[in-house]
């Protein structure tokens, strides 16, 4: 069975404000010691569906601190399948135990392919993918990200029926399965607003593949410069939301949607008296670096 270690938990946070909002905090960080959060979700059905199919090797695409590296590696440690990654980055091949990332993914058993960027811009390409099967053998692919049909359906299952209280549901947007699952079971009543760690509205094609409904927003003023980009600012909200709250950010996804969330209130972006749950989508794994992927 393809369960978590814990369930998780809505813990509210006292975000002080004139509007009488309340703010809670879904923790899927808790789901897993080591396939955190949003990535629990996104592999459980895609894992079910390679073991009905037979398969017994997972291949994936991933960057050097990639936090998608990581959950499959220990998911396959966990559930029985041998792991391979497809890393950008060639020169990689001679250090990566200096990466913190690629080490634990290693010592979870994963066996690396490490290729150019020229050649991983091929990564949907048959005939690169043709070319991994004869070395490889046979083996059930896992998209970089993680994003596909089965992925959405697992992070449908971020909300329950406890959380029909909320009228904005906050998350995290890297490739926008999360977002898409989410939204796939939102109440009527409710909006999920996404956001983007990188920059530009790329990701709302990306979505409307997946999503059901139109009850979504993207906010890409929160992005910090880009992807993987850190300043002073985010790493001192960071440490003084952890100081205040004892709830740790990875520096890539959530520092950004919570310091997002946080500002959009005293802006007064909200509807007075609104209750507002932010999805915590893990990634604690980037901690370890000033950067990270989802």
Not at 272 to 292: E, F, V
Request: with cysteine; hydrophobic share 35%; charged share 25%.
């Amino acid at each position: 069975m393809i369960q978590p270690q814990q369930e998780s938990f809505n813990q509210k946070i006292a975000i002080p404000n004139d509007f009488g909002i309340e703010v809670y905090v879904k923790r899927e960080d808790v789901l897993h010691s080591e396939i955190s959060g949003n990535k629990f979700r996104k592999l459980k059905y895609n894992l079910i569906e390679a073991r009905t199919l037979g398969f017994t090797k997972l291949l994936t695409f991933g960057g050097a601190y990639s936090n998608h590296i990581a959950a499959v590696a220990a998911a396959g440690k966990e559930f029985g399948f041998e792991t391979i990654g497809v890393i950008r980055g060639e020169e990689l091949q001679e250090k990566y135990l200096e990466n913190p990332t690629l080490k634990k993914a290693s010592e979870n058993g994963m066996q690396f392919e490490f290729v150019t960027r020229t050649q991983y811009r091929d990564k949907n390409n048959t005939e690169f993918l043709d070319q991994l099967k004869e070395k490889f053998g046979d083996f059930y692919l896992i998209p970089e990200g993680g994003t596909n049909k089965l992925a959405v359906k697992g992070c449908k299952e971020i909300l329950t029926d406890d959380d029909k209280m909320f009228d904005f549901i906050c998350c995290a947007v890297g490739t926008g399965g999360t977002i898409s699952g989410i939204i796939n079971s939102l109440k009527p009543h409710q909006k999920a607003l996404g956001f983007p760690a990188l920059k530009g509205d790329f990701l709302t094609e990306d979505i409307q593949k997946y999503a059901e409904n139109s009850q979504w927003n993207l906010v890409t003023d929160y992005h910090f410069g880009g992807y993987a980009k850190l300043n002073d600012k985010l790493r001192q909200f960071m440490k003084q939301f952890f100081k205040k709250y004892l709830i740790s950010l990875d520096p890539v996804y959530t520092s950004k949607t919570f310091f997002g969330v946080i500002d959009l209130i005293s802006k007064g972006y909200f509807k007075p008296d609104s209750k507002i749950l932010i999805i915590h989508t893990g990634g604690l794994q980037g901690l370890q670096s000033n950067i990270a992927e989802i």
